[in-house]
Nanobody, 124 residues
Framework: QVQLVESGGGLAQPGGSLRLSCAAS????????MAWYRQAPGKECELVATITPTGGSTTPADSVKGRFTISRDNTKSTVNLEMNSLKPEDTAVYYC?????????????????WGQGTQVTVSS
């Protein structure tokens, strides 16, 4: 069974930084593109960043370009999200998953498995 465990969230001040991690198990991690999503109250689930199976290519959303960096370690089956220059609008629950599909509400279809997510709050 697929398991995804996100960690690293918390409270940060505007302009601050956080590093999120996601540990995956139950899959051949190196076969999958990975993505970070976020769900803020009253908003649609946003695909924040994606990374190819080898890590050779990443695609951040326009809203986080230049501030967030996605990376992965296939030897540890982990995917990370380095978040800098945080803004209040980055406040959300962040999830990782195995793909790059559009999702309306996180957690939800098309993915069957989701982790518990990690809360990121950006506030002074």
């Amino acid at each position: 069974q697929v398991q995804l465990v996100e960690s690293g969230g918390g409270l940060a001040q505007p302009g601050g930084s956080l590093r999120l991690s996601c540990a995956a198990s139950g899959i051949t991690f190196s076969y999958y593109a990975m993505a970070w999503y976020r769900q803020a109250p009253g908003k649609e689930c946003e695909l924040v960043a994606t990374i190819t199976p080898t890590g050779g290519s990443t695609t951040p959303a326009d809203s986080v370009k230049g501030r967030f960096t996605i990376s992965r370690d296939n030897t540890k089956s982990t995917v990370n999200l380095e978040m800098n220059s945080l803004k209040p609008e980055d406040t959300a629950v962040y999830y990782c998953n195995t793909g790059v599909s559009k999702v309306s509400v996180c957690p939800g279809p098309p993915y069957l498995y989701w982790g518990q997510g990690t809360q990121v709050t950006v506030s002074s």
